[in-house]
C-alpha cells in the first residue's frame, strides 16, 4: 500500500529514541505530571474512551498479541493475566529488561510471552501472526506510513490494531509539551494532516477525547480534586460530546483512540 522510504532517516531516529530511553527519567517525569493533574485522565471523558477501547479490542482470551512499544509492560502483563499471549517490543533495552523482571516476578508461563528489543519500524515477525497489535503512545514516535505499512503487514487477515495517542494541534497543548519538556526529540503528537493520511490510507475509525474536558480537568484537578467526575467535567463531557459528533475542531482534541483492521485479499 504505502513504499516505505528514507531508511536512514528512519535508522537515525531510532538511534535517538534509543538513546532517550536508557532509564526511566521519562516516565517517572510524566507519572509527576499525571499525579498533579489526574482529572486529565480519569474524567468521564477518558473514562468513556477506555470503554471504546475495550470495546474494539474484545475478549483477548487464546489471542496472539503484539504490545507495540510495550514501555515497562505494565499492558503486556495485564494481556496475560486476561489469558491471551504476548509479545511485546520496545526500542529501549531498559524498558525490556524492566519487562522481563516483573513477568519473573510474578511467575508467569514463559511460554505465553517473549519480550524483546526491536526496531518498530522493521520487525522480525513473520506475515500474519497477530491477532492484535496494540499501542499506548508509540506511534507519534514513529515514522508513520513505515509503521502502519509494518502493522498491516504482521496482522492477520480481518485483525486489528488499536493505538492510544495523543494529539498535537491545539495551541494550549503545544504549549503545554513545551513547558513540560519531558518528550522526546522526535516524538510529534498526531495531527489534522496524520489524522486525515490515517483516515483516508487506513480507513481508521478514531474516538477523540480532550477538546473540552481536557482544560477543564486541568482546573479540577487543582479546585476540586476528590471529586474527578464533577459537575463541571460531566458539563464538558456533554459539550465535548456534541462538538466531535459534528466534527468540530475534533483535531484539538487531547487524546484519540485509532482502530485499524485488516482487510482480507483474494485467497486469504
Known sequence: MVKVKNTEAIAARV??????????????????????????????????LSAFYTHELGSVQGKVILDYGCGQGDFALWLLDQGA????????????????????????????????????????????LFDRVVGNGILHHLELPAAMTEVDRILKPGAKALFQEPLGGNPLLRLY??????????????????????????????????????????????????????????VATRIEDRLNSHRILEHWNRFAVLVYERGRTQGE
Not at 192 to 198: C, F, K, N, P, V
Request: one cysteine or more; proline letters at 6%.
Open 15 to 48: 538511534a535517538r529514541e534509543k538513546a532517550a530511553h536508557e532509564d526511566s527519567h521519562i516516565d517517572d517525569a510524566l507519572h509527576k505530571w499525571w499525579a498533579a493533574f489526574p482529572h486529565a485522565f480519569s474524567n468521564p471523558s477518558m473514562r468513556c
Open 177 to 234: 509539551r513545551s513547558v513540560a519538556g519531558i518528550h522526546t526529540l522526535d516524538e510529534r503528537p498526531l495531527r489534522r494532516e496524520d489524522l486525515s493520511y490515517l483516515s483516508e490510507q487506513w480507513s481508521i475509525k478514531t474516538k477523540y477525547s480532550g477538546l473540552v474536558t481536557f482544560p477543564v480537568s486541568l482546573f479540577t484537578s487543582v479546585v476540586l480534586r476528590p471529586y474527578p467526575a464533577n459537575r463541571l467535567l460531566r
Open 85 to 128: 499471549t504476548v509479545f511485546g517490543i520496545d526500542v529501549s533495552e531498559f524498558n525490556i529488561q524492566r519487562c522481563e523482571e516483573k513477568a519473573n516476578a510474578l511467575k508467569l508461563d514463559p511460554d505465553r510471552y517473549r519480550f524483546a528489543v526491536m526496531n518498530a519500524h522493521e520487525t522480525t515477525f513473520p506475515d500474519k
